[in-house]
Structure formats: structure tokens, C-alpha cells
């Protein structure tokens, strides 16, 4: 008896799953496709990296993060985080007067 593809069940199985795994990807990449904005309508912004942060700033924000017992990266997340809260904060009640 002659075994093809078609009779191999293993094969069979094996050309399922390569196809199901592209199938998966595709809608992978078409769902990320979706969530990501237009290039055109992203704003232009600078990213904050150390590279551009003078080094005086930095052995500031060490100093002021060791005396709360933080690293640097956590210091500087919650001060931005309450930076960002004060300014909607004053922008709401600006917007209610």
C-alpha cells in the first residue's frame, strides 16, 4: 500500500498545526497592525534617556532617591507621576471655573 500525504495521518497533523501557527500570526500582526496609531498622527516628541541628562541632575536625583531608600528609575517615575497629577489637577479646576 502507497502512503501519501493524504493517507498519513501524522502529516496531516503536522501540515495542520504549520498552517494554524501562520493563521495565528497573521492575526497577530493584523491586531497589532490595528492598535498601533498612524505614523502621521503620532506627535513628534523627545525621549527622556540619561545620554541627555547632565550628569550634576543625575547625582541630584541618586542623592534625593537614596534618602527615600529608592533606585533612581523608581525616584524619578513617582516624581513624574506627581508632576503630572498636579498639572491635571490644576487644568480640571481651571476648566471648572
Same mark, same amino acid.
Request: charged fraction near 30%; hydrophobic fraction near 35%.
Given at each position: 500500500? $502507497?502512503?501519501? #500525504?493524504?493517507?498519513?495521518?501524522?502529516?496531516?497533523?503536522?501540515?495542520?498545526?504549520?498552517?494554524?501557527?501562520?493563521?495565528?500570526? $497573521?492575526?497577530?500582526?493584523?491586531?497589532?497592525?490595528?492598535?498601533?496609531?498612524?505614523?502621521? $498622527?503620532?506627535?513628534?516628541?523627545?525621549?527622556?534617556?540619561?545620554?541627555?541628562?547632565?550628569?550634576?541632575?543625575?547625582?541630584?536625583?541618586?542623592?534625593?532617591?537614596?534618602?527615600?531608600?529608592?533606585?533612581?528609575?523608581?525616584?524619578?517615575?513617582?516624581?513624574?507621576?506627581?508632576?503630572?497629577?498636579?498639572?491635571?489637577? $490644576?487644568?480640571?479646576?481651571? #476648566?471648572?471655573?
Amino acid at each position: 500500500m $502507497k502512503i501519501n #500525504k493524504q493517507n498519513n495521518h501524522n502529516a496531516r497533523g503536522a501540515n495542520r498545526r504549520g498552517r494554524r501557527a501562520k493563521i495565528n500570526f $497573521k492575526a497577530r500582526a493584523g491586531q497589532w497592525a490595528r492598535t498601533v496609531p498612524p505614523l502621521a $498622527k503620532t506627535p513628534t516628541v523627545q525621549i527622556l534617556t540619561i545620554s541627555n541628562v547632565p550628569s550634576d541632575i543625575l547625582e541630584a536625583i541618586d542623592e534625593l532617591a537614596a534618602r527615600q531608600d529608592r533606585s533612581r528609575s523608581s525616584f524619578v517615575r513617582r516624581e513624574l507621576q506627581r508632576i503630572v497629577a498636579e498639572y491635571q489637577a $490644576k487644568e480640571a479646576l481651571s #476648566k471648572s471655573r
